[in-house]
């Protein structure tokens, strides 16, 4: 698992970074402190980690390494030290595989959310701050990985990622019109119902609707608009909401350890469709 990193380093000059670090593209950026603005500059790579953590919510620093860095492990602290120095980030540390080991992640703060939100290129693009219950960390950190597994097999086809959209999006635009429909008649309900999900490219299934952790947007190879909807297979499942998942049409993930710590997954037909992350 990775190690932990702390902020000890308050001020930064540019001119001491690496020669590659130096070279890239550097933004003024500006943060609010007590009413009065303070500037400083972030690199674009720096602002690429804001917008990776800031749109899934929750990541993991050893994922950050892989993805995002490459491997390079030396560049994400000292990008790390600077984000955590600048209170653009928050990083905890949460227990998993039932208390047996620890998972470092990160989330923005609000001036990391006010930040990635001033220069991302697509305003449509929804972008998260603050961390959620500790019980669903290591859930949502692992959503990252899922993403980049999906990526790998779209852009081998020529496909080109657009945009990412998690759960929390797609709640708010399910049942808040639901909500507002529970007055209605039966029959007229059903009817709203699937016009909810026909209008947010979902199905309705056994009277709900569904709703994936992650829907990826991209571009085919064709140039056409497409979507993946995406669910990462935990050991907490239930049989029946694996299968009304399946049903949904969501392409699902998991890892050995989950899929060899349920009974669930030993149904043959279930665990065939689940792909290893």
Do not use: C
Request: charged letters at 30%; glycine letters at 6%.
């Amino acid at each position: 698992m990775s190690r932990d990193i702390a902020p000890n380093t308050p001020e930064r000059d540019i001119s001491d970074r690496q020669p590659e670090i130096a070279q890239q593209k550097i933004e003024p950026v500006g943060r609010q402190n007590r009413d009065r603005e303070i500037p400083y500059r972030i690199t674009e790579r720096e602002r690429q980690t804001l917008f990776d953590v800031g749109r899934f919510r929750t990541v993991a620093i050893e994922d950050l390494v892989s993805h995002r860095y490459i491997g390079n492990d030396k560049a994400l602290r000292e990008d790390l030290r600077f984000l955590l120095a600048q209170g653009l980030v928050e990083k905890r540390t949460a227990l998993v595989a039932q208390g047996r080991q620890k998972l470092a992640v990160l989330v923005l703060t609000k001036a990391g959310k006010r930040t990635v939100e001033t220069g991302r290129a697509d305003p449509q693009q929804a972008i998260y701050s603050g961390f959620v219950k500790p019980g669903e960390v290591a859930h949502d950190a692992a959503i990252y990985r899922m993403f980049h597994k999906e990526i790998s097999r779209i852009t081998s086809d020529g496909g080109v990622p657009k945009r990412v959209i998690l759960d929390y999006e797609l709640k708010r635009n399910v049942y808040s019109p639901l909500a507002k429909a529970r007055a209605l008649a039966p029959l007229e309900y059903a009817r709203r119902q699937a016009d909810i999900a026909h209008q947010n490219h979902l199905k309705v299934v056994n009277g709900k609707i569904p709703l994936p952790d992650l829907r990826i947007e991209y571009e085919d190879a064709d140039g056409e608009m497409a979507r993946v909807d995406l669910e990462l297979a935990t050991h907490h499942y239930h049989g029946s909401h694996l299968r009304t998942k399946a049903e949904a049409g969501f392409k699902m993930y998991g890892d050995a350890s989950t899929t060899g710590r349920s009974p669930v997954f030993e149904e043959r037909e279930i665990t065939a469709s689940i792909l290893s992350l």
